[in-house]
């Protein structure tokens, strides 16, 4: 049996020769994986490292400044008249109004008018006793004039009696040194001189006493009528009292009774709402209490405008969380405001300089504002900060950041409190 032979004498060997130019293509297709390799290494590591990622458009972000800024504290203030006078019944009787809550009044106009009957008869009879007072003073005038000249009248008698007892007198000297009277009618002649001396004497002093008497007797009754038109008076200014009138310019406010009402003295009626002298009351939250300080200056917003203010009055009592307090317009009061008409106000409590700042976001609410975000080469880095004042657009930065930093303002929920985290756009 004959074997089959193979084909092995029928193989050759054939040698392959590497191409030169296929040498160099797998040269650069190597180093050029080599350079990729090495330029996608630290982005690799940043992905290893970071726990995930976050669109850029999730979050916003914003450069650490140097500078200045004010603290203040947006609040809603409430319009309030600041002159808001109350207008009382000055007696008791029955209230007549002029004018329906709405009106506008000046200063001076009648109101309101109340009816009281004790009032004006008690006025009629002290009128009528103060010319009874009068008559009573003119009727004394006339009485004493009499008594006057009555007292005169017996003055100037006496008078002459005691001239006709000195020529009397007179003429009993001559005789008596001619031996021609006796000794008992000279003496007669002499006493009957100094009698009428006395009499004389006495008179003068009874006409200057009735005449200081008179005096004090009109001097009194003037006293009396004096006193009584004291009391005319004051019954007048309660009666004219009566009729109420408006001690500002303004609109009334509300009738606290009915038209025609019986009113007792010094109850309340109505109020009167001066329009220009409007002021701001406003409720500061208790935390912001010890920063508060009268004179601080305001901004009150209103139709698009910045109007300014000052705070004139603080409660000294807190109130469900709440400090009161009131403002005042420094500048011309706005036109058209209204009774509690709400505005958004600003309260500048002080200029801070010289500070590192971010704008104010939701980032400070996270962990109480002691952590936040720094970006860096597209790596948002969990960074320790502490902060300082804030105002209603601005927050201090006291360490953790420096100027030109860019910092995650938005709110830092999406970042899971990781460390690290890519920032992808």
Sequence with gaps: MSSIQGTS??????????????????????????IMASLSLPAL???????????????????????SFTRDLSVQARVVAGV??????????????????????????????????????SYE????????????????????????????????????????????MKRSDEAESKSLISDIDYQKAKDHLQNAQLEYKHAIKESELALESLEFEVQSSVHEVNTQALKVKNIKRQVEALNITSPVTGMIGTRFIEQKSAVN??????????????????????????????GMKTEILYDG???????????PEVVNNKVEGRIRFTQNLPKNLRQNQRLTTRILFEEINDVHYLPRGAFID???????????????????????????TKVEIISGLTTDD????????????????????
């Design 9 to 34: 004498a029928q193989d050759s060997i054939i040698e392959i020769k590497s191409s030169f130019k296929l040498r160099v293509f797998y040269f650069i297709l190597a180093l050029f994986i080599i």
């Design 45 to 67: 590591s940043k992905w290893m490292n970071s726990e995930h990622t976050i669109s850029q458009s999730r979050i916003q972000i914003a450069k650490v400044k140097f500078g």
């Design 84 to 121: 808001k006078p109350k207008l009382y019944s000055p007696s008791q009787g029955v209230v007549t109004f002029m004018v329906s809550p709405g009106d506008k009044v000046t200063k001076g106009y009648m109101v309101a008018q109340i009816h009281s009957p004790e009032l004006e008869n």
């Design 125 to 168: 009879q002290s009128q009528a006793r103060l010319s009874q007072y009068k008559t009573q003073l003119a009727r004394q005038k006339i009485q004493a004039k009499r008594s006057v000249l009555e007292a005169e009248k017996q003055a100037d008698t006496a008078l002459v009696k005691l001239a006709a007892a000195k020529r009397e």
């Design 265 to 294: 003295k010094y109850q309340a009626i109505m109020n009167v709402i001066e329009l220009e002298n409007f002021e701001l009351t406003i409720a500061i939250p208790e935390s912001y209490a010890d920063d508060l300080a009268l």
């Design 305 to 315: 405008e910045n109007i300014r203010g000052e705070l004139i009055r603080i409660a």
């Design 366 to 392: 996270g962990n109480g504002g002691m952590t936040a975000y720094l970006i860096k080469n597209e790596i948002a880095y969990k960074t320790k900060i502490k902060i300082g004042a804030k105002s209603l």
């Design 406 to 425: 860019e910092v995650v303002i938005s709110h830092l929920a999406p970042f899971n409190n990781a460390q690290q985290v890519v920032i992808t756009q």
